[in-house]
């Protein structure tokens, strides 16, 4: 990447400039919004006494690509105090300089309603009575919260209202552009698998690289002594120890923390694209389809670069045909009953039908990363993270989703799994909770199979 994009980074030696951007570093968001939905549209089981209906499930093509592609900061950091005379909104997407924010946002309440699928602004938070952090779209007024000014705009179009600001000041441009276009290009040509892989890969490893935590980083030391000042006793007795491992009498192996890191790695550069390519989903949904369909248009589900809706309407089919342009229906097949016209192949940003025309006639979710679907002649999609997915393929039905559901109950299931202790490789065999029905990412609507995000002015106190 760097022999391609012949680009001099400029490396931050301001500790306090990291941890702000450190602060800016959200991953995707993965969320259930409404925990089941059916469609009633081209299928066997059609009813013409109900609305007509559809579930489509739209994928971002290349979302990391894409991001990679727009301006990036790379030199030229500065803290700008005055912000007396800043106005967001004026400067140009594609602006030679470009701003990493710290603001305090108020989310009017009037705005509750018609963000309750995808709120802007996610944020690491704990969920009301819980101790563990997680990634939550919720409608709080939000403090001290680190954002690129491209997203702040988008929040500000949409309503939001910003009360304090801070900012740092940077050069961006299009450095990277050329190299995710090119990996892009050749992806697109690729005739089998492996290619279209090795390509993938040489995009996601660059963003890998950017994003490396050199928090995390340990040293580990094998000792074959226990006495002198290089033996087990004195490095366990290091304020920087951290664990240890008894090979056997004569070898153990210490975990060390670092005692200094050194941060050599661009991730201001991997915040700004991780807040950039929130931009792209959140566009689709506030600024296409909900001025589209306005209330019967809901989000069921979204897992950062995708989208699973519940749409009223007469077709969905000839909507997209209308607006081809937003589509890549290249994979549809080329003799299509809706007529779709096969387009835009692999083109970034782009929202593509991940049944490619096919009728997903059911959806069932419980929480992130555990949910299941129906699809017209196509095996039940099923999804539980954490479990296997053979004991997922063979012991969990769609039926049990809507049980688990229904009855507010856990199921779990036995699975082997291979593990090793000491380099010594074992297999295991382990109880584990399959379907579980606790969701607190956001607030279930009681006696529904809709949620609120927290911060929701429906939420009883």
């Given amino acids: 990447m760097l ?12 500790i306090d400039m990291v941890m702000f951007i450190e602060r800016g570093i959200r991953g995707g968001l993965s969320q259930c919004s409404n925990r089941y939905a059916q469609a009633n549209k081209y299928m066997q089981s059609y009813d ?36 007396s005379k800043f106005d967001v909104n004026v400067i140009a997407p594609d602006s030679p300089k470009g701003y990493i924010l710290e603001v305090d946002l108020e989310y009017p309440q009037q705005l509750h309603d018609a963000h309750v699928d995808l709120p802007f602004c996610p944020t690491h938070d704990k969920p009301p009575g819980k101790r563990q952090d997680k990634l939550l779209a919720t409608v709080y007024d939000k403090k001290w919260y680190v954002i690129h000014y491209r997203n702040l705009q988008q929040c ?61 980083h340990v040293d580990v030391k094998l000792l074959t002594k226990w006495n002198g000042p290089y033996g087990a006793e004195a490095m366990i007795a290091k304020p920087n120890f951290h664990s240890r491992s008894v090979f056997s009498e004569n070898l153990v192996t210490i975990e060390m923390r670092k005692l200094e890191v050194k941060f050599n790695k661009l991730i201001y550069v991997g915040m700004c694209i991780l807040d950039i390519s929130k931009v792209c989903l959140y566009e689709f949904h ?82 992130a990363k555990m949910y299941a679907l129906k699809v017209d002649g196509k095996k039940d999609t099923k999804k539980a993270k954490g479990v296997k997915t053979n004991v997922v393929a063979r ?67």
């Fill in 156 to 216: 500000t179009r949409h309503g939001l209202r910003v009360i304090k600001i801070h900012r740092v000041e940077f050069t961006q441009s299009l450095w990277l552009r050329d190299y995710i276009e090119l990996n892009t290009l050749f992806r697109t040509a690729a005739k089998i698998d492996f290619e279209k892989n090795l390509y993938k890969l040489m995009n996601n490893a660059v963003f890998g690289k950017i994003m490396e935590n050199v928090r995390n």
């Fill in 395 to 461: 012991t969990i039905a769609f039926d049990d989703y809507m049980q688990c559901l229904k009855d507010h109950i856990e199921m779990t299931r036995d699975q082997a799994r291979i593990t090793s202790k000491l380099h010594n490789v074992y297999t295991v065999r382990e109880m584990k909770i399959a379907l579980s029905p606790y969701d607190n990412k956001r607030y279930v609507v009681p006696d529904t199979t809709d949620t609120l995000p927290w911060g929701h002015f429906r939420i009883p106190l």
């Fill in 48 to 83: 013409p006494s109900k609305p007509s209906s559809y579930l489509m499930y739209y994928d971002v093509n290349n979302l990391y690509g894409w991001a990679m592609c727009q301006p990036l900061p790379y030199a030229e950091f500065r803290w700008v105090d005055d912000t």
């Fill in 3 to 14: 022999k391609h994009t012949r680009i001099n980074f400029e490396l931050r030696t301001d």
């Fill in 286 to 367: 506030h600024e296409y389809m909900l001025p589209l369909y306005h209330e019967k248009c809901k989000v069921t589900y979204t897992d950062t670069d995708s989208l699973i809706y519940h749409i009223e309407c007469e077709d969905v089919y000839e909507q997209m045909k209308r607006d081809i342009a937003r589509f890549d229906t290249s994979d549809y097949a080329s003799d299509n009953v809706y007529g779709i016209p096969l387009a835009n192949k692999e083109v970034p940003s782009l929202m593509k039908d991940e049944n490619n025309g096919v009728i997903m006639t059911k959806f069932v979710e419980i929480r």
